[in-house]
């Protein structure tokens, strides 16, 4: 067959060897890339959310902002809480990491402490923000590309396909490859951002700051009054900065060593970037009064603002915005597969989810996660408003599983001594003085983020949310099913109650014949060779073939053993073979039938495509039969080197003249002969007229 | 499995016993309404065409038709020419329908008088012709829907889509059922069309027809001199009325017996019809003046002219008509699969073409007829005017060799001497006194269809046209490619070359053990009974897990066999397996390798989903391998009747306590026990708690 694996290596890159896993992890920088686009795509939208809330208030039935400038001016604060929040988080995940160094976040936290059904509820949710974080980030990284060139629009679907398409082609290539091409836009993006922020800082002290021109306002549909609700709405709908932050302590495992170590250092650089960009953001958002509009985002407004409008730096803050956004859902590529193949590993999912592939990446969660997030793009017309609501749900409630674990793992550690260790099942815990403080931080970190996934859950309830607060138990029940499924196979198998069956029993061998030709004759070989009772049979599709394959039989091999025809007047193939072989296994329950068919295997998928290739679909109905072993016997046709027509396997067939000349009719005395022994071909025999049929 | 069987019973109907396929045949009535409605829908815009050709004739600069009423009515002389065309090629296909009385058409024709190649031209024309039948007249009937309902515009497409799946659906239930729901509506348009003409045929004589109102001119592109090429374009187009008057003859074997007798006089019937309409319609569209144009179809003018704007019967008339096109797609389907398996039959087209399924039907050529349609419908953004240039030059194509193979037939009538007779490949060839002039008439008629072809071809050229006229040679070398194929593999296969081999060979048996499970213990009981020498192998993906492995068969099974552990440090599955395969091929390069591996079957498709099921893809790898053999040894798990878990095939587990009380550890000395000799369930044992990683 044309190499199937020679096209695989060509657009994936050479197989790896699975002793090159060590040299496939990333370092810090890289892997502060990878991990960490996610959280700082965030900043992007995290200020222009708590604007949006504020903007809603309403005293004495008219728009605060617009009357009273201070309102909006609540962010700066808000802001403030949630910097603080996200140091919480962070210290609470830091943790984590050591606690937890084989990875798998929230997942293995509420495994080792909560019990097994927490567990799948964190798997679940973190999974479907997964799909999600791509199917958002995709989307909204599209939008602005359409912001940009607005004719584009009508290609919207397909055009953030293809970037699911591009991104989980460059993460099948392994995950040093695609972290390296993925770290340049990461950092353009932190150094324009970066740059921004200075340059604004500057232009504020030395009063050279303008305030923001030509926003188109946002008209607002649903108004609310000044009040704790609308600060506390305003507070959750920021900590959409917070997203993102769990990547590291999922991916530990693709650090270099010592893994820990590094992924607790990244996480800490991920962390201080975040709260100076967000805090920046907000703080200059302040000073320039940026207006949330539909029309153009705060960082537009922020960039022009500071650069001055058509200054070629506003134009790469975009670019580099956009392109942030899009790899946000790099970060979904790297650690969906590993959850999915520790829940795999756990039984709650399918087994082919711990599978890696050439690269030693997990193909099948890479390429479940592309087809997922492509579904949701489409069904979702690829706008990111219909998406957004369903976000963040999931992420906080993993944050909170994941924090109430840490609480509970650090009763663990508050019951050792002071050089004593417990060996948990993932980790050895060690004595910590400060035990008591982490475990208040990751107590108030969890209330919070609590807090914060129910205000999104009601808030978002009717605009999307409800289908998470749906699909979670949803796919927690599967889980289960999965999981129960597994485990009773298991027992079923299990060796434990299975008595070794010592006695040979009886094997009964049929060849199913469909033409008489040249494999037949291999199967006749292969069954003599065998050596147990064996007989042949045919299904008689079409009553006259099956006369005439009957009496080829006997011509040829009749002296060998009896033909069978079993009639099938429905033209059926497997059925009428059932109901024989169940015959044949009532006169002898205990022995073994043993179904032995031929497969004409060609050279190349088309031709292979010109036959009936029977044998595998026999082999699919017959494997629901007791004690019914098929048997395939391969037929090899391969095209002759000199391009004439075929030939078969290793084995040349040549005419041999017997003594009073050339009589084709008279079989060949002489059997197989090994292609290097053959001798010189002669004239070609003339050519075969038995019509094909049913080969 | 849960029943595939059961649910195709459920939308096709039960399955028809082979004997039962001359109740399937059809009467003259209903193979009328299924052979003609693609002749008689062509009567529906066929003066249409004539007349658009007309009124692009110039003449001192200014448009004809508006200065001269009289070129308009130059369409009466030339329908009467067609008519005389159309009864020509009636009777030469009379003549066909008699000497093949097997059905084929053109195709049989021509491969029995004018060579293979002429005949898979034939079969090209007719198969690429059959296909855009369908793709045209759904479009056209479509286009109708939406003149009643334009804002249905935007899912032309897949209302296209649907219909052809409707149609496909409906012919798959066989062909009785689908010839009697679409009787009635094709003799509804033959009922509406005669009662249009009989009611404008009264009225004009009364002198109450008037001329039609409010047509919107159309606007020509290219406009052309008065003269004979025009008068020749003009002709050519009416010809469509021609296109389907070959379907009965390729459809013969359609009807009951007498089959020849009885297409023979429906072929009659339908050109009677046919004439009858082409021509009343053509007489009254120039009585009422009727202009062609792009807004308005000339069968609705004069619906409504003879019947009156707003008339109920102008609405029935229309409806008529849009049912008549969806129609003709239904001819196709029950000529294109006859013919495609006859093709298949002779091995120029893939042999699954020649399977009838469970209606009797040719279930394969249906379905590729539904495909390839659809995808021209898509791609042709299911609009007519698109494809109308491709169609006709395939017909008439097959019209000229269908005559000319019927006058090189005649040849042969006439060197017979009055009582003799000769034994054709189809028929028995009898004597025929008017033989000269049956050969003349069919001779007249190629010369005709012949003129008609090339027109088409060089007028339409640039619109459409150059892809039939690439396509069918293309389709031409594959036919031939197939063949080839075929034929060289019958005679690779063929054993008048193959020595018979008598001898008994070795055979070396190697079992595949993934987990150390009862399966395993099936598998090395299978080996055992087959008695030939035997060992197992484990293919070690992972090396602790093959340490494990290794250990736990050693425990269980070592006394009666050695493990062999492959290395695979690409984690791959079927190449190490080769690769040791060949080397023991090497040891002994006669004998047969016999693999032997395990399959799980479930009960339910989804439970299959969860496990590997590498058996397959085994299968399919070592296919390619000479002399290796490979066998499946399913090991099924059934859900329990109580629903606690699973258990295997027909016997069950038991645990039978020894004499000191229940010993979990200790293998149950009792082997299998069939179900109905089990005793009661003793307590569930205590779970199992062996991870599943490859099963």
Redesign the interface.
């Known amino acids: 067959?044309t190499s199937y694996t020679n096209i695989k290596e060509f657009l994936l890159g050479r197989?790896?060897?699975?002793?090159e896993a060590a040299h496939q992890s990333l370092s810090k920088p890289v892997g502060l890339a990878v991990f960490a686009s996610d959280a700082l795509s965030s900043t992007a939208y995290a200020t222009e959310e708590i604007l949006l809330i504020l903007s809603m208030a309403v005293s004495g039935g008219a728009l605060m902002w617009q009357t009273d400038g201070t309102i909006l001016g609540l962010s700066w604060p808000v802001a403030i809480a949630i910097a603080i929040l996200l140091f919480i988080v962070t210290i609470s995940y830091r943790q984590t990491i050591f606690a937890y160094p084989n990875g798998g976040g929230a997942y293995i936290v509420a495994r080792d402490n909560l019990g097994e059904t927490v567990a799948q509820v964190a798997g679940a949710a973190l999974l479907t923000d997964y799909i999600l974080t791509v199917a958002v980030s995709i989307s909204s990284g599209t939008a602005q590309i359409i912001s940009a060139f607005p004719e584009l629009n009508q290609f919207r679907v397909p055009m953030a396909v293809v970037v699911i398409a591009i991104i989980t082609f460059l993460n099948l290539r392994g995950v040093k490859e695609s972290g390296r091409i993925f770290a340049v836009p990461t950092y353009f993006f932190v150094g324009m951002m970066f740059f921004t922020l200075i340059v604004g800082f500057i232009r504020h002290l030395t009063g050279t700051l303008p305030q923001v021109q030509g926003v188109e306002v946002l008209e607002h549909q649903v108004l609310e009054p000044l009040g704790l609700f609308l600060i506390l709405r305003a507070f959750s709908s920021g900590c959409t900065a917070l997203t993102g932050i769990e990547a590291i302590s999922n991916g530990i495992t693709a650090f270099k060593e010592p893994r820990s170590r590094n992924a607790a250092t990244t996480l800490m650089w991920m962390s201080s970037i975040l709260i100076v960009l967000f805090l920046g953001i907000t703080f200059l958002s302040n000073q320039i009064h940026a207006i949330p509009s539909h029309d153009e985002t705060v960082i537009s407004q922020l960039g022009r603002t500071v650069f001055g409008n058509g200054s070629i730096f506003y134009y790469l803050v975009l670019a580099g915005t956009a392109l942030i956004l899009l790899l946000a859902a790099n970060t979904s590529f790297a650690d969906f597969p590993r959850l999915a193949a520790l829940q795999a590993?756990d039984?709650f999912l399918?087994?082919?989810l711990?599978?890696?592939?050439?690269r030693l990446v997990f193909s099948w969660g890479i390429l479940v996660l592309a087809v997922f997030a492509s579904i949701l793009v489409i069904l979702a017309d690829a706008r990111t408003s219909a998406l957004i609501p369903l976000y963040a749900v999931g992420v906080f409630l993993s944050f909170t599983i994941s924090q109430v674990g840490m609480v509970k793992h650090m009763n663990l550690v508050g019951k050792l001594k002071p050089g004593e260790t417990h060996d948990g099942l993932e980790t050895t815990i060690h004595y910590d003085p400060r035990w008591r403080l982490k475990q208040v931080i990751s107590a108030i970190g969890a209330v919070c983020t609590f807090i914060v996934m129910i205000v999104f859950a009601v808030t978002k309830f009717t605009s999307g949310a409800w289908f998470v607060v749906v699909l979670i138990p949803a796919l927690v029940f599967f889980f289960f099913r999965?999981h129960h499924?597994?485990?009773?196979?298991?027992?079923?198998?299990?060796?434990?109650?299975?008595?070794?069956?010592?006695?040979?029993?009886?094997?009964e061998t049929l060849i199913l014949v469909d033409?008489?030709?040249?494999?037949?004759?291999?199967l006749v070989?292969?069954a003599?060779?065998?050596?147990?009772p064996w007989h042949a049979i045919h299904i008689g599709i079409n009553p006259e073939y099956a006369q005439r394959v009957n009496r080829e039989w006997k011509e040829?091999?009749g002296d060998e053993a009896e033909l069978v025809v079993i009639p099938s007047?429905?033209?059926?193939l497997a059925e009428p073979l059932e109901e024989y072989i169940e015959s044949r296994q009532a006169a002898d329950?205990?022995g073994?039938v043993?179904v032995i068919m031929g497969?004409?295997?060609m050279d190349t998928y088309w031709?292979q495509?010109?036959?009936?290739n029977s044998?595998?679909l026999f082999?699919?109905v017959?494997?629901?039969?007791?004690?019914?072993?098929?048997?395939?016997?391969?037929?090899?046709?391969h095209h002759r080197a000199d391009g004439k027509?075929?030939?078969?396997?290793?084995?040349q067939?040549v005419?041999i003249p017997v003594a009073t000349g050339f009589q084709?009719?008279e079989?060949?005395?002489?059997?197989?002969v090994?292609k290097q022994d053959a001798p010189a071909h002669t004239a070609d025999?003339p050519?075969?007229s038995?019509?094909?049929?049913?080969?």
Request: hydrophobic share 30%.
């Open positions: 067959m197989r790896l060897d699975s002793g590993g039984g399918p087994r082919q711990t599978y890696r592939g050439g999965i499924h597994y485990k009773e196979v298991a027992r079923a198998l299990s060796l434990r109650y299975t008595p070794v069956d010592t006695e040979r029993r009886h094997v033409k008489v030709h040249a494999e037949t004759a291999r070989n292969f003599k060779s065998l050596n147990h040829r091999f007047p429905f033209r059926l329950p205990t073994y043993h497969h004409l295997a031709e495509a010109l036959h009936s044998a595998f082999n699919l017959l494997s629901r039969l007791d004690r019914v072993v098929v048997t395939t016997v391969p037929y090899q046709i027509g075929y030939e078969t396997g290793e084995y067939k005419e084709p009719t079989p060949n005395r002489l059997a197989w090994h025999a050519e075969a038995e019509p094909d049929n049913q080969t």
